[in-house]
């Protein structure tokens, strides 16, 4: 089994930033894609970044790029999603989603069979 837990998220003012954290534990070596999600009320779920474990390498959806930093920690089996400069827009429940070789586009959720049970973020203006 593969478990997904996030953490980091809050209620904070526009122009703040946040930290959010997802601790990968269970079978680890059956994951090498891991991906920052979130959703809105009355919005799709939005895929916003993803970190490829093997190499490190990311890439992020235009709507965050320049103020979401996704990264990790190999030696905890961690990854983070840095936000600078939230606005009310960035409100929403982020998951963090794991997969083994994903077999298709990394902001697609059916790409992903494991997910965490979410972290709320709040900005208010």
């Known amino acids: 089994q593969v478990q997904l837990v996030e953490s980091g998220g809050g209620s904070v003012q526009a122009g703040g930033s946040l930290k959010l954290s997802c601790a990968l534990s269970g079978y680890t070596d059956r994951i090498n894609t891991m991906a920052w999600f979130r959703h809105a009320p009355g919005k799709e779920r939005e895929g916003v970044a993803v970190?490829?474990?093997?190499?490190?390498?990311?890439n992020y959806a235009a709507s965050v790029k320049g103020r979401f930093t996704i990264s990790q920690d190999s030696a905890k089996d961690t990854i983070y999603l840095q936000i600078l400069s939230l606005t009310p827009d960035d409100t929403a429940m982020y998951y963090c989603?794991?997969?083994?070789?994903?077999?298709?586009?990394?902001?697609?959720?059916?790409?992903?069979?494991?997910w965490g049970q979410g972290t709320q973020v709040t900005v208010s203006s």
């Open positions: 989603a794991a997969e083994k070789n994903a077999p298709g586009p990394w902001s697609a959720p059916w790409v992903y069979r494991y």
């Open positions: 970190i490829y474990r093997d190499y490190g390498t990311t």
